[in-house]
């Protein structure tokens, strides 16, 4: 695309030098002609021709850059599959009649639309504008690079091109939907049983101490009661419990992929809209991570990186969870959004439900596809784990939370 876009350029500005020089050979032959001939007829025609050439002349000198365009995106706030309107103004200071003038925006490959390219008849004006529509937008940061602007003359021997630098970006954020609020976990201080989250111990703040359990970590033995009682004692920790939400995106190329994005934006709003606090870690050619925090900051970051972000990871997600140690920074509960599910993942979850304690994978996929017998095994398996494994349909998004307590 891009060197198509610089021979274009280079061949836009050779071309207005052709039709001069066979402009001013046109011209030399007509008058050679009126010359040699001599008589009323082939000075008419001489004459006749003149205005045109001059014209040409003319067109040829005039400067094109002359030109100040502005580019005008509304609205400004997009998200997947919106409608957006361009508009267009076109100044200039020196008020050169043009015939013409065609005048295309060079829009993001697959935008293309035959709006975006529009012949306007200028004259004398000096302002002048223009608009058009793209439909079903998709999510990304999508650039519009320059604009072609290309004239001529009556007899179509002079043709002048100019292609302008006119840089703009347009964000288009991803499709949400409403998700019904459920929290995670009941709340203990109301008498409320936890549903699938797991409690989680704060290891500093100690309650007492008990008599050693077989599983208890080595860690949590108390020495100073060893030496006292002769008896292996382990420190008992405050239980605490945490609703916050850990999304891990996994961009592995997907055709579902697009689902799983609209699916982490929906979390994303809907736990923030009620109050609760959520973070977002994505790893592909670039490695991305919002701690968990509130608010709407942190919405905006999340969005703003949901709005980029591309399938481009060449790593399994599995090993990526493995290796990566600042994912269990916060005590959360991980969810996990694929629409690519493994062995290697599932096994990955069950180390870390062992060790932490909640993990939850969401298994995004579209309508048309239907559950295959490697997805049921890896569910079977997940469920031995206790991982909580749920698959959604793109349009069962709403439900998400629901469907985790009745996991």
């Known amino acids: ?54 014209y040409s002349i ?11 365009i502005e580019r ?38 697959g935008f ?3 709006e975006s390219k529009k012949i306007l008849f200028p004259g004398f004006k000096r302002r002048f504008e223009y608009k058009y529509k793209i439909n079903n937008i998709p999510r990304g940061e999508h650039v519009f690079e320059a604009f072609r602007f290309k004239t001529g003359d009556v007899l179509g021997l002079v043709e002048k091109e100019k292609w302008f630098d006119c840089k703009e970006s347009l964000l288009v954020y991803p499709q949400f939907e409403e998700i019904v609020y459920r929290a995670l976990e009941s709340q203990y201080e109301q008498g409320g049983t936890a549903s699938a989250m797991q409690f989680q111990k704060d290891t500093s703040l100690v309650a007492g101490i008990r008599q050693y359990q077989p599983g208890d970590r080595f860690s949590w033995i108390d020495w100073k009661a060893l030496a006292r009682t002769n008896e292996i004692m382990s420190k ?27 699916f982490a934006a929906s979390v994303t709003k809907s736990v923030l809209k009620y109050g609760g606090q959520i973070g977002l870690f994505s790893a592909g050619k670039d490695k991305t991570f919002f701690p968990i925090r509130g608010g709407d900051q942190q919405e905006q970051q999340i969005f703003f990186h949901l709005a980029k972000v591309k399938a481009d990871s ?25 629409s690519t599910l493994s062995k290697e993942l599932i096994d990955q979850a069950g180390v870390f439900t062992r060790r932490r304690g909640t993990f939850v994978i ?23 784990k206790g991982i909580i494994m749920i698959s959604l349909h793109d349009d069962e998004f709403r439900s998400a939370f629901m469907e985790v307590r009745r996991a």
Do not use: C
Request: proline share 5%; glycine share 2%; no cysteine.
């Open 112 to 114: 293309y639309n035959r």
């Open 72 to 109: 005008v995106f509304s609205p400004t706030q997009l998200s997947s599959g919106d409608e957006v309107t361009v508009n267009i103004t076109l100044t200039r200071k020196i008020p050169f009649p043009l015939l013409f003038l065609v005048v295309a925006d060079w829009v993001p490959e």
């Open 314 to 338: 060449s790593v399994p997600l599995a090993n990526i969870i493995e290796n990566d140690s600042i994912l269990f920074a916060q005590p959360s509960v991980m969810v996990v959004v694929t």
């Open 58 to 68: 003319g067109l040829f000198i005039y400067p094109l850059n002359d030109f100040q």
């Open 1 to 54: 695309m891009k060197l198509k876009f610089r021979r274009n350029r280079l061949f836009a500005k050779l071309k207005p030098f052709i039709g001069l020089i066979l402009l001013f050979l046109l011209l030399a032959l007509a008058y050679s002609y009126a010359m040699f001939q001599g008589g009323f007829v082939s000075w008419f025609l001489f004459f006749s021709f003149l205005p045109f050439a001059l």
């Open 236 to 262: 008992e920790f405050e239980i605490r419990q945490t609703n916050d939400l850990l999304l891990i995106l996994d961009r592995t190329k997907s055709e579902s992929f697009e689902e799983t994005v609209k």
């Open 362 to 384: 969401y298994h995004v996929k579209k309508r048309i596809e239907q559950a295959n017998q490697n997805e049921l095994m890896l569910k079977a398996s997940a469920m031995k």
